[in-house]
């Protein structure tokens, strides 16, 4: 059982940035892909970006050369430095975390954290 807890959400202002974090419970953290996602009001879940046990990662086209994932896994904390910060980034961001590569799905999911991006 892994357990995931968001921190760093709030409002700033356009390019701005933010720095989101996920901790982990569980001993095996280094082993799991960490997820990113997002999601508005009434708007499927969006993938944002994910990185993989073994270094792996892919960013959502939307997010590409804004946004940087990084992990500890010492600290079993994920993290999304969000930078240059849009509105339409406004979201609720959840962490996610699955023992597959590549995962299509994900096994285990955080409460989320709201981003407000301000005009």
């Known amino acids: 059982q892994v357990q995931l807890i968001e921190s760093g959400g709030g409002l700033v202002q356009a390019g701005g940035s933010l720095r989101l974090s996920c901790a982990a419970s569980?001993?095996?953290?280094?082993?799991?892909?960490m997820g990113w996602f997002r999601q508005t009001p009434g708007a499927e879940r969006e993938f944002v970006g994910f990185i993989a046990w073994n270094g792996d990662y892919r960013y959502a086209d939307s997010v590409k050369g804004r946004f940087t994932l990084s992990r500890d896994n010492a600290k079993k904390t994920v993290y999304l430095q969000m930078n240059s910060l849009k509105v339409e980034d406004t979201a609720v961001y959840f962490c996610?975390?699955?023992?597959?590569?590549?995962?299509?799905?994900?096994?285990?999911w955080g409460q989320g954290t709201q981003v407000t991006v301000s005009s």
């Open positions: 996610a975390a699955d023992r597959a590569r590549w995962p299509t799905t994900y096994e285990y």
């Open positions: 569980g001993r095996t953290f280094s082993t799991y892909t």
